[in-house]
């Protein structure tokens, strides 16, 4: 089986990759910016490619290069600021959406004509999703509630393919993202609203992923499947 997986190299992808891979998962890894990361993980069964998912052409090119595979993980995303919605740049809004949403897009745009019949599509989500997100974080949030629409959109649309399209949704999971924007004090006030008393852990999150790459979820689709320790109860 062949995966590819963008953002790949760090947090939740990385543990996907591991996961992926002893798995016995053949892995393209495409990252960015974390070129050590990247080559650390790679080997014989993971081969690594810089692309720009935010960039048509790069993304085209990509998949130029390519034969078929199987599972496409739409990993890649992140914030790019916080602030309340009076002084939020449209500049940085602009990049939250092309990050988090239509890098999602470009991905099954020129992924889906040369996915096999039967293979699935996992996007990542978030809680925020559902929470509207942290105060001055609705660009993030709503950029990831268009991912689960997207999901549904594109599960209904590959149906007759049999290809299984599902969105990944994480709570409180220790990432760049919580390490760049996220106080000690702030963070451990999240994980004292978390039934289950702890964060989660990447590996948390690749469990269910890869799962979800697995025949045993054949009859899954068109689903958000939330992860989170019971945040939302």
């Not at 490619?49 to 130029?64: A, K, L, P, Q, S």
Request: aromatic share 10%; glycine share 10%; hydrophobic share 35%.
């Amino acid at each position: 089986m062949r995966v590819i997986i963008t953002g790949g190299a760090t947090g939740i992808g990385k543990s996907c990759v591991q996961s992926l891979f002893f798995s016995g998962m053949n892995i393209d890894l495409i990252y960015f910016n974390s070129y050590n990361e990247a080559t650390e993980l790679e080997n014989d069964n993971v081969n690594i490619h810089r692309v720009d998912v935010t960039d048509e052409g790069e993304v085209e090119y990509f998949f130029h290069t390519i034969d078929s595979f199987d599972i496409l993980i739409n990993n890649a995303g992140g914030n790019i600021s916080f602030n309340s919605t009076d002084k939020y740049l449209l500049n940085d809004w602009n990049k939250t959406y092309e990050l988090n949403t239509t890098s999602v897009f470009l991905m099954c745009k020129y992924g889906i004509p040369k996915i096999k019949d039967g293979g699935k599509i996992i996007n990542m989500s978030s809680i925020s999703a559902k929470t509207g997100g942290a105060k001055g974080g609705m660009a993030y949030a709503s950029s990831k509630a268009a991912i689960d629409c997207m999901t549904k959109s594109l599960a209904k649309e590959l149906a007759s393919r049999n290809i299984c399209v599902n969105a990944v949704s994480p709570g409180v999971v220790y990432t760049k993202q919580h390490e760049k924007f996220s106080s000690e004090e702030y963070y451990n006030s999240l994980i004292e609203k978390i039934p289950l008393g702890r964060d989660g852990k990447t590996s948390d999150i690749s469990n269910l992923v890869t799962f979800l790459c697995s025949d045993e979820s054949n009859y899954i689709t068109g689903q958000v499947i939330e992860i989170n320790g019971g945040m939302l109860v």
